[in-house]
């Protein structure tokens, strides 16, 4: 979606209306303070991270574990 730039999109015209609508209704200053930015920013950057993990080929998850099993007794020797 964020390569797209649907995400930007309904960003900007969803999410935001109903953040200052609701902002507004509450009494709170809007703009938001720096702090509450910075916070949404970051929680923005782990759901981006967990977003591409969800997009990891898993057939190379696969053939990582499969080179592990066959080398696993050879490891299993290195680490007694």
């Known amino acids: 979606m964020r390569a ?3 995400w ?3 960003e ?3 999410v935001l209306p109903i953040r200052r609508r609701f902002t507004l209704l509450a009494g709170l ?3 938001w303070p720096e702090c509450v930015i ?3 920013h970051e929680i923005d950057l782990k ?3 967990t977003e591409y993990r ?3 080929d898993l057939s190379l998850v696969r053939l990582c574990a499969k080179r592990s099993a066959k080398y696993g007794k ?3 020797g290195y680490l007694r």
């Open 38 to 40: 910075r916070e949404i």
């Open 8 to 10: 930007q999109r309904f």
């Open 54 to 56: 969800d997009c990891v």
């Open 74 to 76: 050879v490891r299993c």
């Open 29 to 31: 200053e809007w703009p």
């Open 12 to 14: 900007s015209e969803i």
């Open 4 to 6: 797209l730039g649907v």
């Open 47 to 49: 759901l981006k991270a």
